[in-house]
């Protein structure tokens, strides 16, 4: 789906000021609501925007310790191990993946030893091979695609120009 300079000024927008109205986003962008209604429309079918809700954090919620736990899985149980994966709620992403093992989950705890039964119920799911974990010491890098939303922004308004005023100021 192609992205235009205006898309980019919007999706910059809603990252650095999500709770700002639809009808404050159009004033600061300088074109009419309906406009900035149908882009919004546009990208959330076509699944560039995903969510509306808040983020939230696990660390606050009680579970600081993070950690990826790869999982080898049975030949022909992916689905299955996936759908078990779902129940467990202290996982809270999973990702097929290549090489070393067959399932990525971003996995969170109340600590070490609350994180080692996690490991263990995973262990105990029909079609768990064998787990491979990975603690996270620190985030270095925060989840962010503001950078990404940029470089897109650049490339749609021209190669070797700078996106025209992402903000419209």
């Known amino acids: 789906m192609a992205v235009d300079v205006l898309d980019t ?16 986003y159009a004033r600061v962008l300088g074109v009419a609501r309906g406009t900035l209604q149908a882009r919004l429309d546009r990208l959330e079918r076509d699944g560039v925007i995903t969510g ?22 049975t030949q022909g149980h992916l689905d299955e191990v996936g759908d078990a994966l779902a129940a467990v709620p202290q996982i809270i992403e999973v990702f097929s993946t290549t090489g070393g093992g067959d399932l ?7 600590d070490n030893s609350h994180l080692e039964d996690v490991i ?31 470089a897109v922004g650049r490339a749609a308004d021209g190669p070797g120009r700078p996106a025209s005023g992402m903000l419209g100021t």
């Open 9 to 24: 000024r919007i999706l910059r927008l809603l990252i650095e000021q999500p709770r700002t109205s639809v009808r404050e």
């Open 52 to 73: 509306t809700g808040p983020s939230l954090s696990p660390a606050a919620l009680g579970h600081p310790v993070l950690a990826f736990v790869h999982l080898e899985v």
């Open 104 to 110: 990525l989950t971003r996995v969170v705890a109340r």
């Open 120 to 150: 263990q119920q995973l262990i105990q799911l029909p079609g768990v091979v064998r787990t491979r974990t990975e603690v996270a010491l620190r985030e270095r890098v925060p989840h962010r695609v503001l950078p990404l939303v940029e």
